[in-house]
T-cell receptor, first 115, second 112 residues
Framework: GAGVSQSPSNKVTEKGKDVELRCDPI?????LYWYRQSLGQGLEFLIY????????KSGLPSDRFSAERTGGSVSTLTIQRTQQEDSAVYLC?????????????FGPGTRLTVL | DQQVKQNSPSLSVQEGRISILNCDYT??????FLWYKKYPAEGPTFLIS?????DKNEDGRFTVFLNKSAKHLSLHIVPSQPGDSAVYFC???????????FGKGTRLHILP
């Protein structure tokens, strides 16, 4: 595809359930970022993958959050035992190279609602 | 502690006039600044950027000004058009880090 895709576009889940959010970056992009935007808040950095390097997990809010990037391409963000405060739009972005901030392409996001 | 601050949650501007969106930052290590635009139900899209070695960057109707001593930057849109109605995020990156820190955004309404 031409852009970053994310699935599902919307996810409603019950408190305590696990969810998986998927991101397909632009082909050939080596860097992948996850952000979330809670209501009334800015984009909160969660995690960053660059090539084969160890990911920067410094933004993950708790150990219930984890992410993988398989084969340097698709990434999955997993939230275990979801809580209501996890409700947010989760955005994925990719760049061809790191530090090329002006070419960070975002996906449309996954809106997560935890009931 | 917010490192990138957009103190105006919303702004309304008459079509044809100048829109000025402001952003303040606290981290003196930031050396690259970006503005993103976001429509509802879409991801943010890159608009314009500026390096800390410059104080102005212009691209068509969009100009970003950087005042390093005041740790302040602004985005000017002139003339404002209806399609400019969106949320604008200010973002910054430090030289030693690949993370980009975003502000909370300012919702711009262009009035007919």
């Amino acid at each position: 595809g031409a852009g970053v895709s994310q699935s599902p576009s919307n996810k409603v889940t019950e408190k305590g359930k696990d969810v998986e959010l998927r991101c397909d970056p632009i082909s050939g992009h080596t860097a992948l970022y996850w952000y979330r935007q809670s209501l009334g808040q800015g984009l909160e950095f969660l995690i960053y993958f660059q090539g084969n390097s160890a990911p920067d997990k410094s933004g993950l809010p708790s150990d219930r959050f984890s992410a993988e990037r398989t084969g340097g391409s698709v990434s999955t963000l997993t939230i275990q035992r979801t809580q209501q405060e996890d409700s947010a739009v989760y955005l994925c972005a990719s760049t061809r190279l790191p530090r090329s901030g002006d070419t960070q392409y975002f996906g449309p996001g996954t809106r997560l609602t935890v009931l | 502690d917010q490192q990138v601050k957009q103190n105006s949650p919303s702004l309304s501007v008459q079509e044809g006039r100048i829109s000025i969106l402001n952003c303040d930052y606290t981290n003196s290590m930031f050396d690259y600044f970006l503005w993103y635009k976001k429509y509802p139900a879409e991801g943010p899209t890159f608009l314009i950027s500026i390096s800390s070695i410059k104080d102005k960057n212009e691209d068509g109707r969009f100009t970003v000004f950087l005042n390093k001593s005041a740790k302040h930057l602004s985005l000017h849109i002139v003339p404002s058009q209806p399609g400019d109605s969106a949320v604008y995020f200010c973002a910054a990156r430090s030289g030693g880090d690949d993370k980009i820190i975003f502000g909370k955004g300012t919702r711009l309404h262009i009035l007919p």
